[in-house]
């Protein structure tokens, strides 16, 4: 049974209709005597009365005097009113016969009105004005002192949500996973047939931009039923025991709508493990994942409440939310793959203006490892592109310029180079360009620029893998460190001092050698060993976990060698493919000086590298 709210505005309404009554009472009930209503006579008359004896009686109320006369007077009543002159005015004004009268000093009727009307009218303001601020309503500047402890979970309700499975793709494996939480809420009586029961959580777990939350609303578009949104953080607060109560108070209304589904995004704002930081004041914080985890423990099985949430760091969360009973299934919503790609295309796309030229495929294999979000972003990047020359479709190279932006970052045409650096630059990124055109299985080419981009960028060598790869090998994380280290290797041909341009290239190459070492057990003297057991990140997501280290002094001392040792292999033999082929190397820097940009079909031949083999050498040489 739903509780009706007061209506507080007929109640301010009758509350000034009370007080006009009152105040019209207080004015025109003061009569005095018969007849019929009452004169208003000038004060010398009255005086003129009094020593003719022909007063009977008076009432004085401030300066008004209200009176009944023993006769008629001209219009035929005896009741009068005058307002009263100082006596010794009135003494003055007499001697010399002038007639003469009074005025109220109290502003008549409308100021005794006010007077009346006003004060109580104040009053009923602000009491109206704190209650809302301490009920958190809107007078209250987005909540009061008594509403800190509610909710703050947005209601949508089940005709407001739009979105459906077919609104979503890329994620098949998650969408079937959901699938049975609608068929749940739809037709409960079919899983309680057999005993079974609705998992009361479930946990997307996926990078950011994956689809997390178009999911869940996606469940509560198909299932038909109320959807509360909140976010983990929103639970967090300064003072102590809000967040438990702003839990309770989300679960008492979800009781209330059910059969509806409580999305928490960002859960790892509300649910990290505790007992981690003991040092700083955790009180807080603690309280609040206690509540949840009561919440998720009370509920009656019948009642068909779902509890979606998601997060990109799962690694954090406390076990005591993982555990069986809590959220059951941890469902992951991870980047797409190829084809996932194509199906998220084709939803971005639908309502923009291709060209003829556009191919989804083609899109979806030069963007690896991009999300759903990505994708829309790249589809509104090429649009704006589009606009802004002027062309009437989005065409094909609109995609490619959108890809580039996206990856390396905004054109800096004003950045302008000294000849002696563009020269370095245009050796560094043909040779970044060359390596990975002589080393068979590499990612194609597609192009390559000295055109300034984003912050520090000063070139770029764009490749395109052919297909999405889940596994590599020993060979192949060597091949990716030789092609990183080109660009380090063709400055070395100019036998000039080394710049610092390779530095992220370098990184990124340090990046796979220790995880050739550490965690994937490829060194041939440490064996196969996992030295880095605690991997720091999930889902390309930094960790926060520090770790002791587990190993001895001699043992770091052998992990620093054989990263060093895989690094310097890969220069060397960057280095000998780029002497085998000086000539397309001074012939590619040549072209790149002079057009900025080449294109795969404009690079030059070069030679295969017939010995990968010299890398694992050089790998095993203390």
Partial sequence: MAVRKPDFSSSIWLIVAGLVVIASLGLFGGGNGGGGGSSVIPYSQFQQYLEANKVKEVTVAGNVIHGTLTEKMADGRTNFSTVQVPPDLADQLAKHNVQFTGAPTDGGAIGTLLSWVLPPLLFVGIWMFASRMMMGGRGGFGGGLLSVGRSRAKLVAETDVKVTFSDV????????????????????????RLGAHIPRGILLV??????????????????????????????????VGVGAARVRDLFEQARGSAPCII?????????????????????EKEQTLNQLLAEMDGFDRSVAIVILAATNRPEILDPALLRAGRFDRQVLVDRPDKKGRVDILRIHLKNLKLAADVSLEQ????????????????????????????????????????????????????????????????????????????????DPVQKVSIIPRGIGALGYTLQRPTDDRFLMGRQELQDKMTVLMGGRAAEMQLGEDISTGAADDLAKATDIARGMVLRFGMDARLGPVAWDTEQGQFLNQPGVFWQQRRFSDETAHEIDRSVRSLLEGALDRAVRILQTNRAALDEGAAALLARETLSAEELPKVKTDEAPQLAALAYDTP
Avoid: W
Wanted: proline share 5%; hydrophobic share 45%.
């Fill in 363 to 442: 899109i979806a294999a030069l963007t690896p490892g991009f999300t759903g979000a990505d994708l829309a972003n790249l589809g509104n990047e090429a649009a704006v592109l589009a606009t802004r020359r002027g062309g009437d479709a989005i065409t094909a190279s609109d995609f490619t310029a959108a890809v580039e932006r996206i990856i390396a970052g905004l054109e800096k045409k004003s950045r302008i180079l000294i000849p002696r650096e563009r020269r370095v630059v245009a050796y560094h990124e043909m040779g970044h360009a060359l390596v990975a055109l002589a080393i068979p299985g590499s």
């Fill in 263 to 283: 999305f928490i995004d960002e859960l790892d704002a509300l649910g990290r493990a505790r007992g981690v930081n003991p040092v700083a004041g955790q009180d």
């Fill in 169 to 192: 793709a890329g994620v098949d494996e998650a969408k079937d996973e959901l699938h049975e939480i609608v068929d749940f809420l739809k037709r409960p009586e079919e899983f309680t």
């Fill in 206 to 239: 996926g990078p950011p931009g994956t689809g997390k939350t178009l999911l869940a609303r996606a469940v509560a578009g198909e299932a038909g039923v109320p959807f509360y949104a909140t976010n983990g953080a929103e639970f967090v607060e300064m003072f």
